[in-house]
């Protein structure tokens, strides 16, 4: 069984200073993570893949498979950064094709 | 492109009503995906498609049902709606099945069940 831990519910931080959002994961197989984000009153969208190895908005994500982790990192946050993250893992479904498992989010709130 | 639709984007009933929910894409998806969103428990998969004609169970499938008759839609229906099916729904989509593929999200619906 595939599971994703997000364990903190809420974390507030001060403009410019870093943010780290925690992500544990429980997979058997080789795991493709994703952050998801979803700002006020818009859709679900992603923001960066593990496969892709990219930095978006400023924000990183490191997949450490010995910690079983993948914290999403930014250095300095923003305001417009206030909004709920989820963490995703990918893995198989009958029929084939993939299903994303989601951690129990994390709203970032950025204050002034 | 209007990418993925959901109607309605509210939603109030009595217990035992029935409703369906409809989510439609315009990107030639072959796969699609309901969801359901509750406080503190982050984003449960409910019913998928992996293409026209077919469905299958997700993690809490049970009250709701679901059809693909047309590959641009994917619908949900409740039979008898519960108060514990009061949340937040949504649909999603993506292009293949593949590990690495992000799925599209629709606005979501926000169903009552009083």
């Known amino acids: 069984a595939q599971r994703v831990t997000q364990p903190e519910k809420l974390l507030s931080v001060f403009k410019g200073a870093p943010v780290e959002l925690k992500c544990n994961y429980s997979y058997s197989g080789s795991p493709e993570l994703f952050w998801y984000v979803q700002y006020s009153r818009q859709r679900l969208q992603l923001l960066l893949r593990h496969i892709s190895r990219e930095s978006i908005k400023g924000f990183t994500a490191d997949l450490n498979k010995g910690e079983t982790s993948f914290h999403l990192k930014k250095p300095f946050a923003q305001e417009e950064d206030s909004a709920m993250y989820y963490c995703?893992?990918?893995?198989?479904?009958?029929?084939?094709?993939?299903?994303?498992?989601f951690g129990t989010g994390t709203q970032l709130k950025v204050e002034l | 492109n209007a990418g993925v639709t959901q109607t309605p984007k509210f939603r109030v009933l009595k217990t035992g009503q029935s409703m369906t929910l409809l989510c439609a894409q315009d990107m030639n998806h072959e796969y699609m995906y309901w969801y359901r969103q509750d406080p503190g428990m982050g984003l449960r998969l409910i019913h998928y498609?992996?293409?026209?004609?077919?469905?299958a169970k997700g993690e809490v499938p049970d009250g709701y049902n679901v059809s693909r008759l047309k590959k641009q839609n994917f619908l949900l229906g409740l039979e008898s709606a519960a108060p514990s099916q009061t949340s937040v729904y949504f649909c999603a989509s993506t292009l293949a099945g593949g590990p690495y593929n992000e799925q599209f999200f629709g606005p979501g619906t926000r169903l009552t069940v009083l």
């Open positions: 995703a893992l990918s893995g198989p479904v009958t029929g084939g094709g993939n299903k994303l498992t």
């Open positions: 498609s992996v293409g026209e004609g077919t469905t």
